[in-house]
């Protein structure tokens, strides 16, 4: 895609058309969250063992699974309605025990039941409006992925350059050499992400 990206938007644009190098902006964020989110359910399919229970895996690995069940969503809006705002209190509350007692419940049998290795993994990764530094580690600390080699630094002008277009902002079109620096920054990027993974791979 980053390779289309400049025959297109670079080397056939001869006429230096500066709204393709501003649609390129989109694109090759697009490239990279696209990159991120399918390595990263590569990962988190390779840890889910097929009949193992809940319990079995660490805690962040678990925690992940359990936003997606219906019961936590009751547990948190239960709660949410039992809690009084700006008081904090000891005191046992009807609807806070009404709340974590079901939840307990819950929580018992799913410990006990098989992660569905049939899930769709890709709806795991949490990527939020942006895959910025923040959110790569946070889904990486999950897995165990080190990106410590992964150089994130010019992360957030790609970020902020493809949010000021999506958002309608003040449109700054951006030069050739800036197009061009962002490509080989992203391609650099991609490459050593997947080093990461291909190490990650080769050990788990």
């Known amino acids: 895609m980053l390779d289309d990206i400049r025959l ?6 001869t ?3 500066s709204f393709l190098f501003l649609m390129a902006v989109p694109v090759i964020y697009a490239a990279w969250e696209g990159y991120f989110r399918l390595t990263c359910a590569i990962c988190l399919r390779r840890q889910c063992h097929v009949g193992q229970k ?6 962040k690995y678990a925690a992940l699974w359990l936003q997606k069940e219906g019961f936590f969503d009751s547990f948190l809006q239960g709660l949410f309605n039992a809690m009084q705002f700006g008081r904090v209190s000891k005191r046992v509350n009807a609807g806070k025990f009404l709340a974590v007692s079901e939840f307990s419940g819950k929580m018992k049998e799913w410990f006990d039941t098989p992660i569905s290795h049939l ?11 942006n895959v910025n530094k923040e ?5 990486c600390d999950i897995i165990g992925l080190d990106v410590t080699n992964v150089d994130f630094s010019k992360l957030n002008e790609l970020l902020n350059r493809r949010n000021e277009i999506a958002h309608g902002g003040l449109l700054d079109y951006p030069r050739e050499n800036t197009i061009s620096d962002l490509l080989d920054y992203t391609s650099s990027l991609i490459d050593s992400f ?3 993974v291909e190490t990650w791979l080769a050990n788990s």
Do not use: P, Q, W
């Open 119 to 129: 899930s769709n993994f890709d709806e795991l990764v949490m990527t939020y409006s």
């Open 8 to 13: 297109h938007c670079i080397n056939n644009n």
């Open 15 to 17: 006429e230096k058309d």
């Open 135 to 139: 959110v790569a580690t946070l889904n």
């Open 194 to 196: 997947h080093a990461s």
């Open 54 to 59: 809940a319990k079995r895996y660490s805690g």
